[in-house]
């Protein structure tokens, strides 16, 4: 059987200590998760998610990550988690 997998996605809580904040349409978010994505050539993309610090519900808004080692380690090490997880699945309960 083939089979096309269109996208492989994580998300990775992003500790205390490395979240950042950014504004969007002058509201400021504490970026407090990453989506990574597996992309054809086996690079990552990845996004940063967060809420508004003011409170309330903003608006789903994606961000760039900052080019911060830190960060890129955090994103290596989820990739990696990720596969030795998917590597281990047990198939449908």
Not at 24 to 52: H, N, W
Not at 63 to 73: A, G, Y
């Amino acid at each position: 059987m083939t089979v096309d997998v269109s996208a492989l996605a994580i998300n990775i809580a992003v500790p205390e200590e490395l979240q950042w904040t950014d504004e969007r349409r002058g509201q400021e978010f504490r970026l407090t998760s990453i989506t990574v994505r597996l992309l054809p050539d086996a690079t990552l993309a990845a996004k940063a998610y967060g809420r508004p610090v003011g409170g309330g519900r903003g608006g789903y808004v994606s961000f760039s990550v900052p080019d911060s080692p830190e960060l890129h380690d955090l994103i290596e090490a989820g990739a990696r988690e990720a596969a030795s997880r998917w590597a281990g699945q047990k198939g449908l309960g």
